[in-house]
């Protein structure tokens, strides 16, 4: 296994306590304390995930994720003592890719860490179809040997879960898929408060593909169903 995983907070307990059972599942782990301290390890080119926590000093982790997502897609797990809604959705609107509240069940953390290295390692293992060609919807073409989504030929910068849900839409073009479906299989995993997670990812790849993300061309929601990628 040996996947380099970042434990960012700025209680020492805390880390090491996350290290320990990182390291006991086969993980090499990082440890930072404030956001600062993440920015430079996340440059680390062997680093797959990041467990950061909200409320620290010098830094606090909701910038320092945005920071992070300017250089790097990996995955990016938020933990923090809130465990609102609203929280976790503002947490996944800044980039991060999950959400676990404090306290914590450590089995459930691994488990986390674990799907999402997963899906970060291994993408486009649950797609309905494996083509290699390119596929074209109007102003957008998608490489899916690559990984790469293009609007009007320019890259489209996404994160790992951004790219998962394109991944998963674009090769079934025109079919509607519900939320609860969408997590399941990006997130590969049982839906938990999958209506909000989705739709917050949604809007993000929205906002990097559309012209008018508020009139979306591509990227629909069919009210009462669930999400697609219009055919065009």
Do not use: C
């Amino acid at each position: 296994m040996n996947e380099t995983v970042l434990v960012v907070d700025d209680d020492a307990e805390i880390v090491r306590a996350i290290a320990i059972l990182l390291e006991k599942e086969g993980y090499r782990v990082l440890r930072a304390y404030n956001g600062l301290q993440a920015l430079d390890q996340a440059l680390d080119p062997s680093l797959r995930l990041i467990l950061m926590d909200v409320m620290m000093p010098q830094m606090d982790g909701l910038s320092a994720v945005l920071k992070i997502r300017e250089k790097r897609n990996l995955p990016i797990l938020i933990l923090s003592a809130k465990g609102e809604d609203t929280d976790k959705i503002l947490g996944l609107s800044m980039g991060a890719d999950d959400y676990i509240a404090k306290p914590f069940n450590p089995q459930e953390l691994v488990a986390r860490v674990r799907s999402h290295l997963r899906r970060y390692t291994q993408l486009g293992d649950v797609n309905a179809t494996n083509g290699k060609e390119a596929l074209v919807t109007g102003r957008l073409t998608y490489l899916p040997e690559e990984r790469t989504l293009l609007a009007d030929g320019e890259p489209v910068r996404l994160t790992a879960t951004e790219l998962k849900i394109v991944d998963l839409l674009m090769r079934n073009l025109g079919r509607v898929f519900p939320a609860e479906e969408i997590y399941r299989r990006v997130w590969q995993e049982e839906p938990y408060s999958a209506d909000n997670t989705v739709m917050v990812h949604i809007r993000r790849i929205r906002e990097k593909i559309e012209l008018n993300p508020k009139e979306p061309e591509y990227l629909k929601v069919v009210w009462g169903i669930g999400y697609k990628i219009e055919k065009h």
